[in-house]
């Protein structure tokens, strides 16, 4: 009874206004909090699991898995002509680039750090998602190590292509859509100036210098005057598949983490 | 499963992957077969510092016996190879002083000393220097019986001087 009195209260107040019968009903869509965001940066609403934890095991296991295998394969590279595996550590200038590419996520909302670190989401829930943030970041300098190339002329150019397009992306993107699209089209130009064309360039053939320069003196000279370093063609593989995978990564990092954590 | 048993898991996954990542890059295997050689020689490195920071290190004897057998025999690169094997911390100054003697024996020539043994025997005798000022060896084979005595005589191995050209020198022994 008291409960009618109160909500008549408010009725009386308003006055005129028309007030709206009808029972609520419980929507489909219970427990779906990032459902809004996600739409917002186009990727397609993943339906609620029988489960429940179809999230959490893509957000605290595949996403990682798939982002520490890139930092792996991203420094991996196949000595030519010997074939044997070469792990270039990252220069530092990726890491300032893996900074800024991760500060870009924050804010364009490809990330919303209140989806990720909260006061109202547990303590595990805040540690598994740093370690996903931290695979992410790892990824994100392998990947520039992965696409600059090692040393010389061509290190120097494509690193101030990457900071001037990192610097304007910074200051012009807000939409995360356009920002993973960026993403993809920096790295599809960076890949194809890498592994297609200096790949190309750099001569792999074995023996003497005057050997390899007799073999093929053009290749030979640009390997020179570049500084090119000798890889086989079985490391723009590795890489093309290594891309890849940061991209399908990106694609599958949510805004907001609470469903996973099961925080609705 | 509970969704904080999976955050646990991706937790331990993430870090047990990336221990892995971050060993790949400071091991550097060359190809597939050489990881398991690569990480058998770091799971060695590793037991050889936990038993060096507990104490309980110690030389293998039977390496060094055979080391012993194989420098006597004057086999020295043989010798070497199994001093560091019985010493793999390289923190037993009396194996370390052995591996210096034979880079010196090795070295010693009549007419000429090879520089390039004599260089990596000054640089092991400062080693032995390091681990212990004081070292003296109980091997009466061994002529030298300080580092410092080595050092000497592998420094004026390395230098060039007027007594070089002196014919009496032939007649010099090898310590």
């Not at chain 1, 909260?118 to 996903?132: D, H, K, M, R």
């Not at chain 2, 094997?85 to 007419?111: E, H, L, M, N, V």
Request: contains cysteine.
């Amino acid at each position: 009874m008291v409960k009618d009195h109160d909500t008549t209260e408010p009725a009386e107040e308003i006055g005129d206004l028309s007030a709206i019968d009808g029972e609520l009903v419980e929507g489909e869509d219970e427990g779906y909090v990032d459902t809004a965001s996600e739409s917002e940066i186009g990727r397609p609403a993943l339906p609620p699991s029988p489960d429940g934890n179809q999230r959490a095991w893509l957000h605290f296991v595949l996403l990682p898995t798939v982002f520490m295998t890139v930092a792996l394969l991203g420094g991996l590279r196949i000595a030519a002509p010997e074939g044997e595996f070469v792990f270039v550590r990252p220069a530092l200038i990726c890491l300032v680039f893996a900074v800024i590419l991760t500060v870009l996520f924050v804010r364009t909302g490809l990330i919303s750090v209140q989806g990720w670190f909260s006061e109202s989401i547990p303590t595990l829930g805040n540690i598994a998602n740093g370690a996903v943030l931290l695979s992410l970041f790892a990824a994100s300098v392998q990947m520039f190590n992965s696409l600059i190339p090692e040393q010389g002329l061509a290190f120097w150019v494509v690193s101030f292509c990457f900071l001037w397009t990192l610097g304007v992306s910074f200051f012009t993107v807000a939409d995360p859509g356009k920002l993973v699209r960026s993403v993809v089209a920096l790295f599809s130009l960076a890949f194809l100036t890498k592994y297609f064309i200096l790949l190309n360039l750099t001569s792999t053939s074995s023996g003497t210098w005057l050997q390899r320069l007799w073999d093929d003196p053009t290749k030979e000279a640009l390997t020179y005057l570049l500084d090119l370093p000798r890889y086989a063609s079985a490391t723009g593989y590795i890489q093309f598949f290594a891309a890849g995978l940061f991209l399908l990564g990106l694609f599958l990092v949510r805004p907001d983490t609470r469903s996973a954590i099961g925080e609705n | 499963m509970r969704s904080k048993h999976i955050q646990i898991l991706g937790l331990t996954l993430t870090a047990v992957y990336g221990l892995f990542v971050l060993w790949a890059y400071w091991a550097a295997p060359k190809s597939v077969s050489d990881v398991s050689v690569k990480a058998r020689e770091t799971i060695q490195q590793a037991a050889n510092e936990a038993k060096a920071a507990t104490g309980t290190y110690e030389v293998d004897p039977e390496k060094f016996r055979n080391g012993l057998n194989a420098f006597r025999a004057e086999n020295f690169v043989l010798a070497r190879d199994l001093f560091e094997q019985a010493d793999p911390k390289g923190i037993d100054p009396k194996t370390q002083y052995y591996i210096a003697y034979s880079y010196y024996r090795q070295g010693w020539g009549r007419f000429s000393n090879d520089d390039e043994m004599f260089k990596l025997g000054l640089e092991q005798t400062d080693r032995v220097i390091a681990l212990d000022r004081e070292f003296k060896a109980d091997d009466p084979d061994l002529k030298l019986k300080y580092a410092v005595e080595l050092k000497k005589e592998l420094e004026d191995g390395l230098k060039i001087t007027a007594d070089d050209f002196n014919p009496l020198r032939l007649t010099r022994e090898r310590h």
